[in-house]
């Protein structure tokens, strides 16, 4: 049997639990919140930037022109180069005993043609490459690909 000091002190616990339960539900803010509004990394800011004077901290920034950025075409280097760069990665898997790459690595999309397919089997298709006759070419190996700049 449970004497009656027993019985009050559960009593005080479990009266002092509700208590703590219902005053931190007071003080909490689920109930107020929108399921439905942005998250904070999502809502737009206002820009300022400082101007690094004591006397005004910040001010509007000047707002960017509106548009899109401006188009970079980068070429891929002429096919002597992805060559000669084939040859080196090639030659670097050789020494290092890794996986030989393969040649298609270095063909652009243009310059490839799926020939025949034996997908059925598992097997890779058979790609036909052939270089674009209309591309220039360049004598040096070394030059980057040209970039060209608008």
Do not use: C, H
Not at 37 to 52: I, L, V
Not at 95 to 124: H, R
């Amino acid at each position: 049997m449970m004497n009656k000091s027993i019985t009050i002190r559960f009593l005080s616990l479990g009266l002092a639990a509700v208590a703590f339960v219902l005053i931190g539900a007071n003080f909490s803010q689920v109930q107020a919140q929108d399921p439905f509004a942005k998250p904070g990394w999502a809502k737009p800011r206002t820009a300022t930037t400082s101007t690094g004077s004591p006397s005004s901290p910040g001010k509007p920034a000047k707002p960017k022109p509106a548009g899109p950025p401006p188009v970079v075409m980068v070429l891929a280097p002429v096919i002597e180069q992805r060559i000669a760069f084939y040859k080196q990665q090639r030659e670097a898997a050789a020494l290092n005993g890794s996986e030989l790459p393969k040649v298609t690595s270095v063909l652009t999309l243009d310059e490839m043609a799926v020939i025949a397919s034996n997908a059925s089997q598992g097997a890779s298709p058979l790609i036909n490459s052939q270089p674009k006759s209309s591309a220039p070419q360049s004598d040096n190996a070394t030059t980057p690909p040209q970039v060209a700049k608008n």
